[in-house]
């Protein structure tokens, strides 16, 4: 499958963006997916998972409140709504999918992963 993520950019504290992700060319509903985030010099750090079909739901405790994953399987699209920014927040974001769980927060748990986009929160 083929990841596509947009959405990101430049916003103040506080603020709020959507983040998308596009699959492409196998059954989206297959996969389990996943938003992670790499700030410069850190570790690539789970965000939020969503199930397959259900819609269930794993998040960061650093997110809990503020961020929303969803998903569109008539789309083949997933969704990371994100409220309340800090600049803490500031990293490049990826979406990954998995034909596990989706209750897996590491990122070797995720077979395919999209290209990122830059989410920059200034204060």
């Known amino acids: 499958v083929q990841l596509q993520a947009s959405g990101g950019g430049l916003v103040q504290a506080g603020g709020s963006l959507r983040l998308s992700c596009a699959a492409s060319?196998?059954?989206?509903?297959?996969?389990?997916m996943a938003w992670f985030r790499q700030a410069p010099g850190k570790e690539r750090d789970f965000v939020a998972s969503i199930s397959r079909r259900s819609g269930a739901t794993y998040y960061a405790d650093s997110v809990k409140g503020r961020f929303t994953i969803s998903r569109d399987n008539a789309k083949n699209t997933v969704y990371l709504q994100m409220n309340s920014l800090k600049p803490e927040d500031t990293a490049v974001y990826y979406c990954a999918a998995s034909t596990g769980g989706y209750y897996n927060p590491t990122p070797r748990g995720y077979d395919y992963w999209g290209q990122g986009t830059l989410v920059t929160v200034s204060s």
């Open positions: 060319g196998r059954p989206f509903s297959g996969y389990a």
